[in-house]
């Protein structure tokens, strides 16, 4: 069983669902954007045996603080705040889509402070389509995260800094990407690019489309346990 906490990471108040033993490794889990900590509960379930999980909500999702400023940068930079909270200094580090950037810029940023990493649909440092961001009559509210940090997000997804290419290359963890195969809308050769670009990574691909350990927890989960063991 989860218990949900509030962390102060110095940048913001994190939602933190925390499971598993304080004494085990520890395995933080980023989700995507529009997500929150929760998404992970299943994946959370099966690697509470044998880590103390931590599911966080990034900045502007969830029960965590939304803020005046947006970006991947500050995200990161959040859960180094969440890490030093917790006196963690080093952690086995697993993102999906929004989530997967914010890991691998912490990976490539501070490479001591990972020792495993799991990129899952991890969106590429190319340029993206421009997602159309809803207008104020066409949200839904309230919502469960903040407009403001969606498009900001999307901003930066869309014109991606050529830089984190750089951030790839510096990672040194052993790291798996995850693809979703044909049914993603991620183009799956830049991935293949990733992989290439990370010293020490291997890429495996479940055709479950972007949302890979949403659609397909059992596989996803045994893949990464396969990894991480």
């Known amino acids: 069983m989860s218990e949900l906490r509030t962390i102060d990471t110095g940048g913001a108040r994190l939602a ?21 900590g929760s998404t992970w509960a299943a994946t959370a379930r099966r690697l509470a ?38 006196g963690r200094d080093q952690v086995t580090l697993v993102g999906h889509s929004m989530g997967a950037v914010v890991a691998y810029l ?3 940023e501070r490479p001591e402070r990972v020792d495993r990493l799991v990129l899952e649909e991890p969106p590429p440092p190319v340029p993206a389509d421009p997602a159309r961001i809803l207008t104020e009559e066409e949200r839904e509210e309230p919502a469960s995260f903040d407009w403001k940090m969606a498009a ?18 510096a990672i040194t963890a052993p ?6 195969g044909s049914g993603s809308h991620l183009p799956q050769n830049e991935m293949t690019r990733m992989a290439r670009t990370i010293p020490d990574c291997r890429l495996i691909t ?9 659609k ?14």
């Open 16 to 36: 933190c669902r925390v499971a598993g033993d304080d004494a085990a490794p520890a395995l933080v889990l980023l989700h995507a954007l529009g997500e929150d």
């Open 49 to 86: 045996g044998r880590y103390q999980v931590y599911a966080p909500d990034l900045r502007g999702h969830g029960h965590s603080d939304r803020c005046p400023e947006y970006s991947f940068e500050l995200m990161r930079d959040d859960v180094l705040g969440l890490l030093d909270t917790l």
């Open 106 to 108: 912490l990976a490539g």
């Open 152 to 169: 900001a997000i999307y901003r930066q997804r869309n014109a991606p800094d050529p830089a984190y290419w750089n951030r790839l290359a």
């Open 175 to 180: 790291t798996l990407i995850v693809a979703g």
């Open 206 to 214: 479940i055709e479950a489309g972007h949302l890979v350990h949403e």
């Open 216 to 229: 397909e927890p059992e596989e996803f989960t045994a893949r990464v346990e396969a990894f991480l063991s």
